[in-house]
């Protein structure tokens, strides 16, 4: 083994080791800073009655679950047969925030697949999600009673999140175990 | 000298040669060309540059886009959810560009007001590029 | 049911890939025949299994399986039958099976080729290739299966992305794919020759052809992609240094001067280790362009997917694959001794220039494409590197490159004198020079410093290409193959440069506000808006604009840029319109509307740009002939099959 011929393999580990810190940056982890904090305030108009309004104050004093959809939304439509099990499975009741989608589509989308939302908020121009730095369809928060975000899925949440983050939090929280 | 060694010192020449001369382009047009990221809240806070491109990405503040009436002129803000700046830009907007859109535009700062010379939108429906996700992530926290 | 054949028959083709990889290998260590003839037919079965696999995938889409997750989420019953075909690698899962299909093909015809090359070095090459297929094969079944049912089914699918319903990008990613996976069969020779400790004539002889035919892919399927984006994504650019590109040009780059240099270690036994340096890297690079694409630690306007856990795996594979290979090489690369010694004229230093420019050039690219990923990392701060920079590095790195690119020929192997290339060369460069000046004075619209250079090195090099060939003194028939290829190759070179040249500088380009009726002039050209409408097409609306472009005193014609939104999509698609031509074309495309009938329009004269793609398949012919020389298939074939 000559140093000459060593060159390459190091160049490349040199490589290696920097393609492994850019993965860890990949923009779907980009933590939350809302974690642990009041969650952001809202009025909207609900998806099947218009007068009706919903706010996440009507939600103290419970633990429940926001979750970001829309019917354009590829990734949602594999999420939600999850979200269908995790409320027959579980006492908790899932918000829906239908984020910049049409009326229509939205209550044709959940006729077909099941609506496992105790209410759906209309945001149909986005801004709610822009206050609660929602980057992507999409995404689940946890909230506790005292309107503290506690956790943040980016993504479709997988049984084996609820199984495995979620449920466990939720629990937790139910108990006030958690500081 | 050998003509062995000849040929070996003449390999080595020539490796260092390119190998330096390669460098040496590369490291002078990175310092040209290299484009940092900005957001609203950093130039409002006097961190972006002047007399040089950079890049700043936010997201379009609804009913903010005006357009000029005879050229292609048009003017928007951009906020990351904290601070807000102006835009202005001569040309065709992507077909991506919308409202309430993440988008990434390329310009200068003059007068606090970005003159841009080229606008990105972000090309997935579900997903905001990663510099404005962080960017608007980033002001949140500072809230 | 089907879906699940094809889910049991990609694990089956697992298992071939495992045994494939370790038995021969071994066998070939412990001198077991038995052991080592086992690698030509787990080869086979290995394909006919990914073959099933992928022909139920398809099936999936003809019939709009929309219970298999990846069919509903790329597929719509609407889509017309070609991009259904070509949906199946229209996103991740499906065009890893098309890798691995590709790669598992490219095995089987590497052990039908294989008369002549020692069983143990065949069956360590298809051992290697195994290895790989592992790779690719596992990666799909641990995180990207493309079986996985949906339940409840939906009952239509998602529309593939319009912008992916196109001819050009349909046959662009398997263009590509067979250049990546072909850099695997040097790469396995490469591997099996340092296992072996010995590297010969021989040796050069089995990689060449194999090597060029996936350089020909590689160059193609750049063009296609090239053209596509010019034609398509509606910004009228051509090349635009985007992650996904370098990913496609890093390779290239070095599989060009893997060529070369396996000329010099066919002819002449010098360069070994270098060659086989080259052969990993080209290789290597084709795998980290995957993993820059697929992983999404660079963004760009190509990434289908983006996925943190199929980054990890790929990653490990990189590890596992390149930094194997790499430490192979430090530990073998010296026994492969060369012997062959030159002086400094000769070919042989042609070829190392030409090598180290190549090289130097995808190391740029590569620092230009990692180095913002870098500083990210670091936690320096988010930059990014623009056109400018890369334009900047590869136009001086050209000069050299293209001077001795045109001299390469004529140089005599081992020793060569000043006195005589110069005599050569002395016509060719001075038929360009008159070229380069003359050309630009009589029909360009302004001089420029830059076109001179373009045009003198373009010119410089097809005619030293073409007067060589006049001087063989044979008939320019009765020569081999292959030096036919080497000409037309070059001749393309010249003339991508030429294009790319006088496109850059002479381009004109214009956003413009026109009412109806109203006039705009782009040099020579009028332009005129008449109107823009609305019209209803099968699976789109769109607004379709009708400009009236003119030269001075010729005919006016009609061109219909287009709006369109396609169903089930909400945004909007650009959809230029194009007027070709072997000199110029004109270019339109609609902006927005700006209210009272007028519109923004985008307006380009574009001079030479064809000539950039004609290039690319004058080249792809040239490495097609040197492939098919004689004097390859005397040593090879078995079965008169075409490649």
Same mark, same amino acid.
């Given at each position: 083994?000559?140093?000459?011929?060593?060159?390459?393999?190091?160049?490349?580990?040199?490589?290696?080791?920097?393609?492994?810190?850019?993965?860890?940056?990949?923009?779907?982890?980009?933590?939350?800073?809302?974690?642990?904090?009041?969650?952001?305030?809202?009025?909207?108009?609900?998806?099947?009655?218009?007068?009706?309004?919903?706010?996440?104050?009507?939600?103290?004093?419970?633990?429940?679950?926001?979750?970001?959809?829309?019917?354009?939304?590829?990734?949602?439509?594999?999420?939600?047969?999850?979200?269908?099990?995790?409320?027959?499975?579980?006492?908790?009741?899932?918000?829906?925030?239908?984020?910049?989608?049409?009326?229509?589509?939205?209550?044709?989308?959940?006729?077909?697949?099941?609506?496992?939302?105790?209410?759906?908020?209309?945001?149909?121009?986005?801004?709610?999600?822009?206050?609660?730095?929602?980057?992507?369809?999409?995404?689940?928060?946890?909230?506790?009673?005292?309107?503290?975000?506690?956790?943040?899925?980016?993504?479709?949440?997988?049984?084996?999140?609820?199984?495995?983050?979620?449920?466990?939090?939720?629990?937790?929280?139910?108990?006030?175990?958690?500081? | 000298?050998?003509?062995?060694?000849?040929?070996r010192l003449l390999l080595v020449l020539l490796m260092i040669f390119g190998v330096s001369?390669a460098?040496?382009?590369?490291?002078?047009?990175?310092?040209?060309?290299?484009?940092?990221?900005?957001?609203?809240?950093?130039?409002?806070?006097?961190?972006?540059?002047?007399?040089?491109?950079?890049?700043?990405?936010?997201?379009?503040?609804?009913?903010?886009?005006?357009?000029?009436?005879?050229?292609?002129?048009?003017?928007?803000?951009?906020?990351?959810?904290?601070?807000?700046?102006?835009?202005?830009?001569? =040309?065709?907007?992507?077909?991506?560009?919308?409202? =309430?859109?993440?988008?990434?535009?390329?310009?200068?700062?003059?007068? =606090?007001?970005?003159?841009?010379?080229?606008?990105?939108?972000?090309?997935?429906?579900?997903?905001?590029?990663?510099?404005?996700?962080?960017?608007?992530?980033?002001?949140?926290?500072?809230? | 049911?089907?879906?699940?054949?094809?889910?049991?028959?990609?694990?089956?083709?697992?298992?071939?890939?495992?045994?494939?990889?370790?038995?021969?290998?071994?066998?070939?260590?412990?001198?077991?025949?038995?052991?080592?003839?086992?690698?030509?037919?787990?080869?086979?079965?290995?394909?006919?299994?990914?073959?099933?696999?992928?022909?139920?995938?398809?099936?999936?889409?003809?019939?709009?399986?929309?219970?298999?997750?990846?069919?509903?989420?790329?597929?719509?019953?609407?889509?017309?039958?070609?991009?259904?075909?070509?949906?199946?690698?229209?996103?991740?899962?499906?065009?890893?099976?098309?890798?691995?299909?590709?790669?598992?093909?490219?095995?089987?015809?590497?052990?039908?080729?294989?008369?002549?090359?020692?069983?143990?070095?065949?069956?360590?090459?298809?051992?290697?290739?195994?290895?790989?297929?592992?790779?690719?094969?596992?990666?799909?079944?641990?995180?990207?299966?493309?079986?996985?049912?949906?339940?409840?089914?939906?009952?239509?699918?998602?529309?593939?992305?319009?912008?992916?319903?196109?001819?050009?990008?349909?046959?662009?990613?398997?263009?590509?794919?067979?250049?990546?996976?072909?850099?695997?069969?040097?790469?396995?020779?490469?591997?099996?020759?340092?296992?072996?400790?010995? @590297?010969?004539?021989?040796?050069?002889?089995?990689?060449?052809?194999?090597?060029?035919?996936?350089?020909?892919?590689?160059?193609?399927?750049?063009?296609?992609?090239?053209?596509?984006?010019?034609?398509?994504?509606?910004?009228?650019?051509?090349?635009?240094?985007?992650?996904?590109?370098?990913?496609?040009?890093?390779?290239?780059?070095?599989?060009?001067?893997?060529?070369?240099?396996?000329?010099?270690?066919?002819?002449?036994?010098?360069?070994?280790?270098w060659?086989? *340096?080259?052969?990993?890297?080209?290789?290597?690079?084709?795998?980290?362009?995957?993993?820059?694409?697929?992983?999404?630690?660079?963004?760009?306007?190509?990434?289908?997917?983006?996925?943190?856990?199929?980054?990890?795996?790929?990653?490990?594979?990189?590890?596992?694959?390149?930094?194997?290979?790499?430490?192979?090489?430090?530990?073998?690369?010296?026994?492969?001794?060369?012997?062959?010694?030159?002086?400094?004229?000769?070919?042989?230093?042609?070829?190392l220039l030409?090598n180290v420019?190549?090289v130097a050039?995808?190391?740029?690219?590569?620092?230009?494409?990692?180095?913002?990923?870098? *500083?990210?990392?670091?936690?320096?701060?988010?930059?990014?590197?623009?056109?400018?920079?890369?334009?900047?590095?590869?136009?001086?790195?050209?000069?050299?490159?293209?001077?001795? &690119?045109?001299?390469?020929?004529?140089?005599?192997?081992?020793?060569?004198?000043?006195?005589?290339?110069?005599?050569?060369?002395?016509?060719?460069?001075?038929?360009?020079?008159?070229?380069?000046? @003359?050309?630009?004075?009589?029909?360009?619209?302004?001089?420029?410093?830059?076109?001179?250079?373009?045009?003198?090195?373009?010119?410089?090099?097809?005619?030293?290409? &073409?007067?060589?060939?006049?001087?063989?003194?044979?008939?320019?028939?009765?020569?081999?193959?292959?030096?036919?290829?080497?000409?037309?190759?070059?001749?393309?070179?010249?003339?991508?440069?030429?294009?790319?040249?006088?496109?850059?500088?002479?381009?004109?380009?214009?956003?413009?506000?026109?009412?109806?009726?109203?006039?705009?002039?782009?040099?020579?050209?009028?332009?005129?808006?008449?109107?823009?409408?609305?019209?209803?097409?099968?699976?789109?609306?769109?607004?379709?604009?009708?400009?009236?472009?003119?030269?001075?005193?010729?005919?006016?014609?009609?061109?219909?840029?287009?709006?369109?939104?396609?169903?089930?999509?909400?945004?909007?698609?650009?959809?230029?319109?194009?007027?070709?031509?072997?000199?110029?074309?004109?270019?339109?495309?609609?902006?927005?509307?700006?209210?009272?009938?007028?519109?923004?329009?985008?307006?380009?004269?574009?001079?030479?740009?064809?000539?950039?793609?004609?290039?690319?398949?004058?080249?792809?012919?040239?490495?097609?002939?040197?492939?098919?020389?004689?004097?390859?298939?005397?040593?090879?074939?078995?079965?008169?099959?075409?490649?």
């Amino acid at each position: 083994m000559r140093l000459r011929t060593v060159i390459p393999l190091f160049a490349f580990m040199l490589l290696a080791v920097l393609l492994a810190v850019g993965l860890r940056l990949n923009p779907r982890e980009v933590p939350s800073p809302l974690i642990d904090k009041l969650a952001p305030g809202f009025i909207l108009p609900t998806l099947y009655k218009q007068s009706a309004n919903i706010s996440p104050a009507d939600m103290k004093g419970k633990v429940w679950l926001l979750n970001v959809w829309a019917s354009w939304c590829g990734a949602c439509r594999a999420e939600h047969s999850v979200l269908n099990r995790f409320v027959k499975d579980h006492q908790v009741e899932v918000v829906g925030l239908n984020y910049k989608d049409g009326s229509r589509e939205a209550k044709q989308w959940l006729k077909k697949l099941g609506n496992p939302y105790a209410k759906v908020a209309v945001d149909r121009e986005g801004l709610v999600g822009i206050d609660w730095g929602v980057y992507g369809v999409p995404e689940t928060f946890v909230i506790d009673q005292q309107g503290v975000i506690r956790y943040k899925n980016i993504g479709p949440v997988k049984q084996q999140d609820i199984d495995e983050t979620i449920m466990p939090l939720i629990v937790q929280l139910q108990q006030g175990n958690v500081s | 000298m050998t003509p062995r060694r000849k040929k070996r010192l003449l390999l080595v020449l020539l490796m260092i040669f390119g190998v330096s001369s390669a460098t040496a382009l590369a490291l002078k047009a990175f310092d040209q060309n290299m484009m940092f990221f900005y957001s609203p809240t950093e130039i409002n806070a006097g961190k972006a540059p002047e007399n040089r491109d950079f890049r700043i990405g936010g997201l379009v503040v609804q009913g903010s886009v005006v357009r000029s009436e005879k050229s292609l002129m048009v003017k928007f803000d951009l906020t990351d959810t904290k601070e807000v700046i102006t835009v202005q830009y001569a =040309g065709i907007l992507p077909d991506l560009f919308r409202e =309430g859109q993440g988008i990434i535009a390329r310009g200068q700062l003059n007068d =606090g007001v970005i003159n841009a010379v080229e606008v990105l939108a972000k090309h997935d429906e579900n997903y905001m590029p990663p510099e404005i996700a962080d960017a608007v992530a980033t002001a949140k926290e500072a809230n | 049911m089907i879906p699940e054949i094809g889910h049991i028959a990609l694990i089956i083709a697992l298992v071939m890939a495992v045994v494939q990889a370790s038995l021969p290998m071994i066998g070939a260590q412990q001198r077991k025949l038995e052991w080592i003839n086992l690698a030509s037919p787990l080869a086979r079965g290995q394909f006919l299994f990914v073959a099933v696999a992928y022909g139920c995938l398809t099936y999936s889409f003809i019939v709009n399986d929309f219970s298999v997750r990846y069919v509903a989420s790329t597929s719509n019953t609407a889509l017309p039958l070609l991009y259904k075909v070509s949906g199946v690698w229209g996103a991740h899962e499906g065009s890893l099976l098309l890798w691995a299909l590709l790669l598992s093909a490219w095995t089987v015809v590497v052990s039908l080729f294989s008369r002549g090359i020692p069983l143990l070095i065949l069956a360590r090459v298809l051992s290697v290739m195994g290895m790989i297929s592992i790779g690719f094969i596992s990666f799909m079944l641990f995180t990207s299966n493309p079986f996985v049912r949906l339940f409840p089914a939906p009952m239509d699918g998602r529309s593939l992305n319009p912008l992916l319903q196109d001819f050009g990008l349909a046959i662009h990613p398997p263009m590509l794919y067979m250049g990546y996976v072909g850099f695997s069969v040097a790469f396995a020779f490469s591997i099996a020759a340092m296992i072996d400790g010995k @590297l010969d004539a021989a040796w050069a002889r089995w990689v060449r052809p194999w090597t060029n035919i996936a350089w020909v892919f590689m160059t193609l399927g750049i063009a296609l992609g090239s053209w596509w984006a010019y034609y398509e994504l509606g910004w009228g650019g051509w090349w635009f240094w985007d992650p996904v590109e370098n990913a496609s040009l890093m390779p290239w780059l070095v599989g060009t001067a893997l060529i070369h240099s396996l000329a010099v270690t066919e002819k002449r036994a010098a360069f070994k280790s270098w060659t086989v *340096l080259l052969a990993i890297f080209s290789f290597s690079l084709s795998l980290l362009g995957t993993f820059l694409v697929r992983s999404g630690v660079l963004t760009s306007v190509h990434a289908f997917t983006t996925d943190p856990a199929r980054g990890l795996y790929i990653l490990v594979f990189l590890v596992l694959v390149i930094g194997g290979s790499l430490a192979l090489y430090a530990w073998r690369a010296p026994s492969l001794r060369s012997i062959g010694q030159f002086s400094a004229i000769s070919r042989e230093t042609g070829l190392l220039l030409n090598n180290v420019v190549l090289v130097a050039m995808a190391g740029s690219v590569l620092l230009g494409t990692i180095y913002p990923l870098a *500083l990210d990392a670091l936690g320096v701060g988010k930059i990014s590197v623009g056109p400018p920079y890369f334009n900047q590095i590869m136009v001086p790195l050209g000069v050299p490159l293209f001077l001795a &690119m045109g001299l390469g020929l004529t140089l005599r192997w081992k020793k060569d004198s000043t006195s005589r290339l110069s005599k050569k060369a002395i016509i060719p460069m001075g038929l360009a020079l008159l070229i380069a000046i @003359l050309l630009p004075l009589l029909f360009a619209p302004e001089q420029h410093g830059l076109t001179f250079i373009g045009l003198i090195l373009a010119s410089w090099v097809a005619l030293a290409a &073409m007067i060589w060939l006049l001087n063989q003194g044979r008939s320019p028939f009765k020569l081999p193959a292959s030096t036919w290829g080497a000409v037309i190759a070059h001749i393309g070179m010249a003339v991508t440069v030429t294009g790319i040249t006088l496109t850059s500088i002479y381009s004109l380009e214009k956003d413009v506000r026109l009412a109806p009726n109203e006039q705009y002039s782009l040099g020579d050209y009028q332009f005129k808006l008449i109107g823009v409408q609305k019209v209803q097409r099968d699976n789109y609306v769109a607004y379709q604009g009708t400009v009236e472009a003119s030269e001075r005193g010729e005919q006016a014609m009609l061109m219909h840029p287009e709006k369109r939104t396609y169903l089930s999509q909400s945004r909007p698609m650009t959809e230029a319109a194009i007027d070709p031509g072997l000199f110029r074309d004109l270019f339109v495309a609609l902006g927005e509307p700006l209210g009272k009938g007028a519109w923004s329009l985008r307006i380009y004269h574009k001079p030479f740009v064809r000539w950039i793609w004609l290039g690319a398949l004058f080249m792809a012919l040239g490495g097609l002939m040197a492939a098919l020389d004689k004097r390859y298939r005397r040593l090879s074939s078995r079965v008169e099959v075409t490649v």
